[in-house]
């Protein structure tokens, strides 16, 4: 490395820190989406970063199914406290109350009133004009169409057939009365890149993303934990040496077979993982679409 | 090397599906090992639907429904992949000219770009068309992968001959960096493994060319250009600007100046989460604090005193046209350049350029995915260098006001001069010096004193200054109506409109203020001179400017009124909404605000718009003119 010039990990951190103090220059209440995965624990490292020796000038807000891992809640509240942030909870109790449950009301619709419905509703209800989220280019192919600034409608639809054209690093953050934008800071960052930036920068993670012995039933190639609760059958349930890959909802989040139990093995596995991401995560496996398709409705 | 060591590429890939683009990119990611098992498993899936004997890679790409639907690619996508040197970030674009803006937008930020040519088709006129552009953004690198050679029976005279006719274009444009590559990528020759079939080629694959590519020196270092985006203040003691250095480099203690405002100090320090840094450099987000505490706000820019860039309110740019609604000249646009706002106006067009012949044509409007040259007028100074020498401080957008829509990318040629630098001092000579030794005056036709007999009145004008809010534009038109009820021959000069047309070219820096003002007393004259009564509002902030008005008629016939109502009364009453603007930093150079009002000394009449309802400031304005013999009693009876 000659002098100047920073190491990518170094350029994609300064974009994602460019494109917040954008959105916390130009918008009136922005918010940031934090879901407790390590997407989110980078982007709130990068947060803290950008607006040093300030604290970030936005809350973080988690939409909670309810149906999330136990650990998952208390890394959270922990996580919030110890870094001062100020935690919105949002839940769709209407919905949490009436059970609803990907098991019983179909993946799709839990999604549905859970996620997307929640969110909206939480956005309407706050005032935010301007939500980051933690999503990436790579992670799935309509997300590789999506912009940096993603403008919503008044249903915080998603039109990729009309998306406003994004040029260099000037983002157009003007929006019509109720209209809204989600930004995703992280959209050119990989998997690797965000685990070796946690190895870079020490960032504390959710614990379950270690390897460790689980009961899990094997249903199409998924390993669903029996702790989940999306399983009637425990019988033929085993013990396997796994970890989970990417964070969900409990139901609909599988594990993967793993004996990665430190960073420096996380980052092997994936380099050379052979499947991708979200393979675990039956929300997108409904359709060829379907990710299209929820971020159509409003999803993040 | 360590992972995080690497260094990042970003290209573009451009051609239509039947170039083999698709398959390209798909045969770089396979042989990368950069495609996942399910992904593949998923298009295979999606393929086999469709009917299809082979995988078509090109559903890796297209992300969206629709675009499988129709097979073809309409926005950009974006893919990533890495080898052991280098990562890279492939922003995929579609080739038709009907997509021509999504291209431009992929492109924008591009340091390579692949062209792609089929090699039984030759350079076609998208080719070409492509090659255009890629200059236009001046994307430093460009490479011509000649695909499909494996249908040609690897030929060296196909290929040489489509190299010959592709250089004999490209002379034409502004690409200084070309290389031409014979591929398969269907079969993988010279992708990423070294081809057989064409001994007689002697370059490298494709990827090898891309991990090579020496971008570190395709930045500028050397002029300091930090665009203020936010302020930090955690608490009273510490200001901070946070921003990211977009070209040249920077340290501690180094003199600095502040745009606009013109303010000199030096770098404290610059901070970072991570510790301060005893240089920062190009493409670095960092915090500069500052020695002195000065003003500085978010669309401030701060530069080195011996490295200006040009601070101007009107410059010639290369635009493409990215709206379904057509551009139209001299409408208020939104101008954002670096992290500042302006309003700006297309002023001229000066040619629209034929994407496919490279002739320039004129035009008077551009349709979606025109590209041509114009020249564009702002309403504050944009701080700006040539965009072939400076990317960042050369590129701005334009935002239509009413739909919010980006609806240009520009790029900045050069700056444009209608205004003169008046650096001598017009008011003591009433501007007489100005004058071109080879104008003559003619006399007017008709003596002003024989249409004032004819009119039964006097002409004059009334000059109303004071801040935006204070009241001008109301009770001027009130006391028009007035006039014009009493018969009188009344003009109604408004600073706001002739803004938007005579003085659209200027913003409101003093020097631009100065011309305005300056014509707007030239266009009242003319009236003056017509026996009308010339009613002017404008804020006219600056005494020297009024007092050229004023030189340009006769004693008795200039009424300076001063309309006094202090800041927070007018700031309450907003009327245009100018006050929240300006607070908000979109509106800089704002009178009262961060631009000064010298209240007039002794004008003939103050009004104060505070206590006095618009009734009786308009009947003190008429005892004016009836004590002063403009018009007569006789006018109202």
């Not at chain 2, 020196?217 to 009273?236: E, S, T, W």
Request: with cysteine.
């Amino acid at each position: 490395m000659n002098s100047f010039t920073i190491s990518f990990l170094r350029q994609l951190e300064s974009e994602s820190i460019h494109i917040m103090r954008e959105v916390a220059a130009e918008f009136k209440n922005p918010v940031m989406l934090y879901s407790v995965g390590k997407d989110s624990s980078v982007m709130v490292r990068l947060a803290q970063k950008a607006f040093y020796p300030a604290k970030f000038p936005f809350p973080l807000m988690h939409i909670d199914t309810g149906n999330k891992f136990p650990e998952m809640y208390e890394f959270r509240d922990e996580f919030c406290q110890k870094i001062g942030a100020r935690l919105i909870i949002e839940r769709n109790e209407e919905w949490i109350a009436k059970g609803c449950h990907p098991l019983k009301t179909g993946v799709d619709k839990c999604c549905s009133y859970l996620k997307t419905g929640a969110l909206l509703d939480a956005i309407r209800k706050h005032g935010f004009d301007a939500a980051f989220g933690g999503a990436r280019r790579e992670e799935e192919k309509s997300r590789a169409k999506e912009r940096v600034f993603s403008l919503r409608d008044s249903f915080g639809q998603w039109d990729p057939k009309n998306q406003r054209p994004e040029l260099w690093d000037i983002y157009n953050t003007r929006i019509n009365e109720g209209e809204t934008v989600r930004v995703f800071p992280l959209s050119n960052w990989t998997e690797q890149d965000i685990w070796e930036y946690i190895k870079l920068e020490n960032i504390p993670i959710v614990p379950i993303y270690y390897a460790r012995m689980r009961k899990v039933i094997i249903s199409n190639g998924i390993l669903i934990p029996v702790s989940s609760g999306a399983i009637g059958d425990n019988k033929k349930a085993k013990s396997v040496l796994c970890r989970f890959r990417s964070l969900g909802c409990m139901p609909c989040t599988g594990a993967i077979a793993s004996a990665a139990i430190t960073i420096d093995e996380i980052i092997g596995e994936v380099r050379s993982a052979k499947k991708s991401e979200r393979e675990n995560r039956v929300i997108d496996l409904t359709s060829d679409s379907s990710m299209e398709q929820k971020k159509k409705e409003g999803y993040f | 090397m360590q992972y995080g060591e690497k260094s990042l590429l970003r290209f573009t890939t451009t051609g239509s599906v039947d170039d083999g683009k698709s398959t390209l990119i798909g045969r770089l990611l396979y042989e990368t090992k950069s495609i996942y098992d399910d992904q593949y498993a998923a298009i295979e899936k999606t393929s086999k639907r469709k009917g299809l004997k082979e995988v078509e890679l090109a559903y890796l790409l297209d992300g969206l429904a629709a675009e499988r639907e129709q097979g073809i690619t309409i926005d950009v996508a974006h893919r990533y992949f890495e080898t052991t040197k280098r990562k890279f970030i492939i922003t995929d674009t579609p080739g038709h000219v009907q997509y021509t803006r999504n291209m431009v937008t992929g492109a924008s930020k591009a340091d390579c770009a692949i062209i792609l040519i089929d090699a039984r088709n030759g350079v076609l006129t998208q080719s070409k068309r492509h090659g255009f552009i890629i200059s236009l953004l001046q994307i430093p690198h460009l490479i011509v992968a000649v695909n499909k050679m494996d249908l040609v029976n690897y030929a060296e005279d196909v290929f040489s001959r489509i190299v010959q006719e592709y250089e004999n274009y490209s002379q034409k444009l502004d690409i200084h960096d070309i290389v031409f590559i014979p591929v398969s990528a269907l079969k993988g020759d010279n992708v990423v493994e070294k081809s057989k079939k064409m001994p007689w080629y002697d370059g490298t694959t494709l990827l090898h060319c891309l991990e090579n590519i020496h971008v570190a020196a395709d930045r500028n270092l050397v002029d300091f250009r930090f665009p203020v985006q936010y302020v930090i203040r955690p608490h009273l003691d510490f200001r901070g600007f946070a921003g990211k250095i977009v070209s040249g480099t920077i340290t501690p203690g180094e003199e600095v100046v502040i745009l606009p405002s013109g303010n000199v100090t030096t770098i404290k320090s610059i901070m970072t989460y991570d510790g301060e840094l005893q240089e920062a450099f190009a493409s670095q987000s960092v915090v500069l604090t500052l020695s002195d505490e000065i003003d500085v706000s978010r669309g401030d820019m701060i530069v080195r005193k011996k490295n200006l860039p040009q601070i101007e309110n009107s410059m010639e740019a290369i635009i493409c046209w990215m709206d379904e609604q057509a551009m139209t000249i001299n409408t208020p646009y939104i101008i954002k350049h670096t992290t500042k706002y302006a309003k700006a106006s297309i002023t001229k067009i000066v040619y629209k350029i034929d994407v496919d012949t490279l002739h320039r044509q004129p035009a008077d409007t551009f349709l979606l995915n025109e590209i041509g040259r114009v020249e564009i007028s702002t309403s504050a100074p944009i701080f700006f260098d040539s965009y072939k020498i400076n990317h960042a401080t050369g590129s701005f957008i334009l935002i239509d006001p009413l739909t919010n829509n980006t609806v240009a990318a520009g790029m900045i040629r050069n700056a444009i001069r209608h205004i003169e630098d008046y650096t001598d001092d017009w008011a003591d000579d009433g501007g007489k010096s100005k004058k071109s030794s080879n104008v003559i005056r003619r006399e007017l036709n008709i003596e002003l004193a024989q249409r004032e007999k004819q009119n039964g009145h006097k002409a004059c004008v009334l000059w109303f200054t004071g801040l935006s809010g204070s009241g001008k534009s109301t009770i001027a038109m009130e006391m028009e109506r007035r006039l014009f009820a009493q018969k009188c021959n009344t003009v109604l000069l408004d600073g706001d409109n002739i803004r938007h047309g005579l003085c659209s070219d200027l913003g409101f820096s003093p020097a631009d203020r100065k011309e305005n003002i300056r014509r707007a007393g030239e266009v009242a004259k003319v009236f003056y001179e017509h026996s009308s009564i010339v009613l002017c509002t404008f804020i006219s902030p600056f005494k020297k400017d009024r007092e050229f008005v004023r030189f340009l008629f006769p004693q008795d016939r200039f009424v300076e009124i001063y309309m006094s109502c202090n800041l927070d009364e007018c700031r309450k009453r907003d009327p245009n909404g100018l006050y929240k603007k300006a607070q908000s930093g979109l509106i800089k150079d704002f009178t009262g605000l961060s631009s000064p009002y010298e209240a007039p000394e002794t004008p003939e009449l103050i009004i104060d718009t505070e206590s006095l309802p618009v009734e009786k400031s308009v009947d003190m304005i008429e005892n004016y003119l009836i004590s002063n013999s403009i018009i007569s009693r006789k006018n109202i009876l």
